[in-house]
């Protein structure tokens, strides 16, 4: 479960519906500050509030919890190389540093040099000295997450 992108897909689904985060929470019984730290990512809904949202968005928990998102551009973390070069900086810049570069480690080729021109600011060789060996479980979920930030704030 990660909370970034379920943070992200809240906002997603609020949005898609037409809301604003005061109208969502009148709707829920809720304040407008408890809306905006789920999709901040400082919280996550307890689990009647999830059980609200599902019934309010027609998804189950589980679908909320673990978004699917069909027909994005982005399925693979390789597919970054498709997205728009400044928005797939807003995005990057979402995610630490030292995250990104680990997710660079098991990049292509094409895929490392654009993250290291996106990320400039950020010496990818220093970084990567400075982390050593990440498991490659570490990485793909590292690159997971980005795919799944990329696929659903396009």
């Not at 905006?36 to 599902?54: Q, R």
């Not at 400039?120 to 490659?136: H, L, M, N, T, W």
Request: aromatic share 8%; net charge negative; proline share 3%.
């Amino acid at each position: 479960m990660n909370t970034f992108v379920i943070s992200k897909y809240l906002q997603f689904l609020r949005r898609k519906h037409g809301f604003t985060q005061e109208n969502l929470a009148r709707e829920l019984h809720l304040s407008r500050q408890a809306v905006s730290k789920w999709e901040n990512g400082a919280a996550l809904p307890d689990l009647d509030t999830l059980l609200k949202l599902s019934r309010f968005y027609g998804l189950t928990i589980n679908e909320i919890l673990e978004p699917q998102i069909q027909g994005a551009e982005v399925q693979e973390f390789e597919d970054i190389v498709k997205t728009d070069r400044h928005r797939l900086k807003e995005i990057l810049d979402q995610f630490e540093p030292e995250d990104v570069v680990k997710a660079s480690m098991g990049a292509s080729p094409a895929v490392y040099e654009l993250l290291q021109s996106i990320c400039a600011e950020v010496d990818f060789q220093k970084e990567q000295e400075r982390i050593g060996q990440v498991r490659i479980e570490e990485v793909e979920s590292i690159q997971k997450q980005i795919a799944a930030a990329v696929q659903l704030l396009l």
